[in-house]
């Protein structure tokens, strides 16, 4: 990231949930931009979810799948009329099928300005033991 | 906005939502834009932010999407024929021993301007960054509001 000074930011388009499964509500359904990145002793996730409030956040665990829902409110007034829409608003929805097992009790999430980060830590596995032999 | 005068086509409505003619082209022009590099024009400006603006009688109101994006990391003037929203997208380093799954967040500087379609009073200019979400409202000149024309 060295190099951020000299780069522009590309323009995403929010990209559309395009599996149709379990959306039973209308409206448009967004993927959200994920980081993921793993240290010996946990898993963070950082998405970028604009609109989304702590109220309107899901995080649910189940086994080894995370799955992550944003609820945006709209926040246009119906007194105002378009101009030029270059984005859509709808909810996020993103599902993960984890790796390594998670220690759910200790799962950490904080959402400032429209972006989640999610600490997951590993169960700490059995610490390596040495055994000494002992000259009899 | 100039791509609207470009292609000002009878059947298209000039302010409407989002219409399924619009995400009909949006979806065609990613294939056409994948397949050309990018030859044909598209609906947005193709710059970030992306950036939605809506007008009532009184204001201009321009949104963008900046999640992570502090309020001090944005510079945003005004004057009285457009706006221009500019700053810095900033992802910290994450220490050394990290092994990425997934890197799709971007980071970097942007710059942005657009023209509004009628003048617009700088003074009456106020700017909201909530959870990620940039709201610019714009105070319209009194030339540029509409007027009621009673009819004697």
């Known amino acids: ?136 | 906005m100039y791509y609207r005068r470009i292609f000002d086509l009878p059947t298209w409505g000039f302010k409407r939502t989002f219409g399924e003619l619009d995400r009909l082209r949006n979806r065609m022009d990613e294939l056409y834009g994948a397949l050309s590099g990018g030859a044909f024009p598209k609906l947005s400006a193709g710059v970030f932010p992306l950036t939605n603006i809506t007008e009532d009688g009184e204001n201009f109101y321009v949104r963008a999407e900046l999640p992570g994006i502090k309020s001090n990391e944005l510079d945003i003037q005004v004057t009285s024929k457009g706006i221009s929203i500019s700053g810095e997208r900033k992802i910290p380093e994450e220490g050394k021993n990290v092994k990425y799954h997934r890197r799709e967040r971007e980071a970097g500087k942007f710059s942005r301007l657009i023209n509004l379609s009628g003048d617009v009073d700088v003074n009456k200019v106020d700017a909201k960054l909530k959870n990620g979400i940039l709201t610019v409202k714009i105070r319209k000149a009194e030339a540029t509001k509409p007027r009621q024309i009673t009819v004697k």
């Open chain 1, 1 to 136: 990231m060295t190099d951020s000074e000299f780069k522009e930011i590309q323009v995403t388009p929010k990209r559309e949930v395009t599996t149709a499964s379990e959306q039973m509500r209308p409206g448009l359904v967004f993927t959200p931009s994920v980081d993921i990145f793993e240290t010996d002793h946990e898993i963070t996730l950082l998405a970028d979810l604009p609109g989304v409030t702590t109220k309107s956040l899901t995080i649910d665990l189940r086994e080894n799948t995370l799955t992550l829902t944003g609820e945006v409110e709209p926040f246009e007034e119906a007194s105002e009329e378009d101009i030029m829409i270059e984005y859509e608003i709808g909810k996020y929805y993103r599902q993960f099928t984890l790796s390594s097992v998670i220690d759910q009790s200790k799962i950490d999430a904080k959402l400032a300005d429209g972006v989640l980060r999610l600490s997951l830590p590993k169960i700490e596995a059995a610490t390596p033991r040495k055994i000494e032999v002992k000259a009899l």
